[in-house]
């Protein structure tokens, strides 16, 4: 069964930072891209970050770089979003996405990002 569980969200003061982690499991993690994707209340989904299958190929939304970096541990089924300098716009559901060509892609649940004073 594949599963894509997010986690490490929360509510967090502008500056602020936050580790989002998400776990995969139920199929080949090291084939796969890797991305994060957001979605804020009205607005459609947009990517935010994304890692190859070796993680040398890492690429930003405009709107968060510099502030988060993506990375990703084959070891252990694994990729993470750093974010830091977070904004009130980077409020969002952060959704892990696993991308491979011909294959239908995988979702995680979520895990909701709210920067607030």
């Known amino acids: 069964q594949v599963q894509l569980v997010e986690s490490g969200g929360g509510l967090v003061q502008p500056g602020g930072s936050l580790r989002l982690s998400c776990a995969a499991s139920?199929?080949?993690?090291?084939?796969?891209?890797m991305r994060w994707y957001r979605q804020a209340p009205g607005k459609e989904r947009e990517l935010v970050a994304g890692?190859?299958?070796?993680?040398?190929?890492?690429n930003y939304a405009d709107s968060v770089k510099g502030r988060f970096t993506i990375s990703r541990d084959n070891a252990k089924n694994t990729v993470y979003l750093e974010m830091n300098s977070l904004k009130f716009e980077d409020t969002a559901t952060y959704y892990c996405?696993?991308?491979?060509?011909?294959?239908?892609?995988?979702w995680g649940r979520g895990t909701q990002v709210t920067v607030s004073s």
């Open positions: 996405n696993a991308w491979r060509i011909l294959r239908v892609p995988y």
């Open positions: 139920g199929f080949t993690f090291s084939n796969y891209v």
């Open positions: 890692i190859s299958i070796s993680g040398d190929t890492i």
